[in-house]
C-alpha cells in the first residue's frame, strides 16, 4: 500500500488573520527616509528647494539696487557732472551776472546730476527784477534758466530821495537809471518797512496810482503834475509841475481824473488875478467846492467857489465873484489909503491947541 503524505500548509492567511484579530495586528517598521508627518526626506527637500529661487531674487534685486546707488553717488560726485556753463534766457533788467553767480555756487556743492532745482529757482525769485525762474538741467554739465521778469509800473522817490522801480506787487526792482524812460509823475509816500502790512499797503498805494495815471493819461493832463503823494490813500495829494510846482492838489480818494480837471480849471482863472502868484493850494475833496488857500503874505487866506456836480462852476462863490471881491478889497485898500492921506493932511487938535492937549470938561452933577 502506497503511504499518503498530507503537506502542511504555510502562511495560512486565514491563520493570519485569525492570530491578528486573537493577538492585535502586527506593525511594520517605519521607512528611515520619513519623518513623523509621513513626509519623505526627499518631499522635504523639494519644498524646501522651491523657496531658494523667491530668495535668490530678492538677494540678487538688493545687490543690484545697492550697485546703481553706489553708481549713483559715484557718478554725480565725478568731474564728469560739475557746472561747467550756465545758460540765461529772457533776462533783459536783471543782472545776469548775478544769476550766474548763485547758481555756480549752489551746483559746485552737489554737482549738476544732484542739484536742487527747486530751491534754486526758489532762490533767484528773489532777485531784483525776476518774478519767476525755471531751471532745468543740461548734462553732464549745464544748467538753464529762463527768466520772467516783473514789470516796472511807477517810481517811487524814497525818504532819502532815490527814485526807485516798483512792479504791481509792490516790490522794489532797483534804481532808476538815466537811461530809463522818464514817467510823467513820481509817487511819494512809500512805507519803506519790510513787514507785510507795509507791503499790503504799498499795493494798495501802487494800485491808486495807477489809477490816477490812466485817468491823467486819458484828460492830457499828466503833465501838469511832477508827483503824487500817497501816504494817506484816503488824502491823495498832487504836486504841480512846471510854473505851477508850488501848488498843491488835494484830491481826496476818488475821482481823480474830475477832481484834477476842475482844480486845473479854478487854477487857470485865478493866475489871471492879482493874487494869482500867491496860491499855495486848491483843495477838491469835497468834490462840488474848490478851496483856493493862498500864501500867508496874500490879504485873504482862502476862497471857496462852488463846482456843480457835472464839474462846472454854480452860481454861487464862482472864480468871477472871487474876482468881485478883489476888486471890492483893492477899491477899500484906495479908499482906506485916500483916509489916511486926509489924516495926515489934517492938523490935529494938540496943535490947534497951541501944543497943548485940551481939558475934558466934567460932567455936571
Known amino acids: 500500500m502506497r503511504e499518503q503524505v498530507i503537506p502542511q500548509k504555510v502562511g495560512n492567511r486565514s491563520g493570519m488573520t485569525a492570530k491578528r484579530r486573537a493577538g492585535g495586528a502586527a506593525q511594520r517598521p517605519q521607512r528611515r527616509d520619513r519623518d513623523g508627518s509621513g513626509q519623505s526626506l526627499g518631499q522635504r527637500m523639494r519644498g524646501i528647494l522651491g523657496y531658494v529661487p523667491l530668495l535668490l531674487k530678492v538677494t540678487l534685486a ?195 481824473g474830475q477832481r484834477l480837471k476842475d482844480a486845473l480849471g479854478v487854477l487857470d482863472e485865478h493866475r489871471q488875478t492879482p493874487r494869482g502868484q500867491f496860491i499855495s493850494y486848491l483843495d477838491v475833496t469835497q468834490g462840488r467846492r474848490a478851496i483856493v488857500g493862498f500864501m500867508s503874505g496874500a490879504r485873504a487866506t482862502s476862497d471857496s467857489p462852488d463846482l456843480a456836480s457835472n464839474g462846472e462852476r454854480g452860481a454861487v462863490d464862482t472864480p468871477a465873484s472871487s474876482e468881485r471881491n478883489n476888486q471890492r478889497a483893492a477899491a477899500d485898500a484906495a479908499r482906506q489909503n485916500n483916509a489916511e492921506k486926509k489924516r495926515d493932511a489934517k492938523p490935529s487938535r494938540d496943535e490947534t491947541n497951541g501944543g497943548e492937549r485940551p481939558r475934558r470938561a466934567r460932567p455936571t452933577q
Open 62 to 256: 538688493i545687490g543690484i539696487g545697492g550697485l546703481i546707488f553706489a553708481g549713483y553717488r559715484a557718478a554725480s560726485a565725478a568731474s564728469f557732472f560739475q557746472i561747467r556753463k550756465v545758460e540765461i534766457q529772457g533776462d533783459s533788467r536783471a543782472s545776469a551776472a548775478d544769476i550766474r553767480t548763485l547758481v555756480t555756487r549752489d551746483v559746485a556743492k552737489t554737482g549738476v546730476w544732484r542739484a536742487d532745482l527747486e530751491e534754486m529757482s526758489s532762490r533767484l525769485g528773489r532777485l531784483p527784477w525776476i518774478r519767476v525762474a525755471v531751471v532745468s538741467r543740461v548734462l553732464p554739465d549745464g544748467i538753464r534758466v529762463r527768466i520772467e521778469e516783473r514789470q516796472p509800473r511807477a517810481v517811487v522817490r524814497t525818504g532819502a530821495g532815490r527814485f526807485v522801480w516798483v512792479d504791481d506787487d509792490a516790490v522794489l526792482l532797483g534804481e532808476m537809471l538815466p537811461t530809463d524812460q522818464m514817467p510823467a509823475f513820481f509817487l511819494r509816500g512809500w512805507d519803506e518797512d519790510p513787514g507785510e502790512t507795509s507791503r499790503k499797503e504799498n499795493m494798495d498805494r501802487v494800485s491808486k496810482f495807477l489809477e490816477m495815471q490812466r485817468e491823467w493819461s486819458a484828460a492830457g493832463l499828466s503833465e501838469r503834475v511832477s508827483e503824487v503823494n500817497v501816504v494817506d490813500i484816503r488824502d491823495v495829494r498832487a504836486q504841480l509841475a512846471g510854473d505851477d510846482s508850488q501848488i498843491e492838489v488835494r484830491l481826496g480818494s476818488q475821482d481823480f
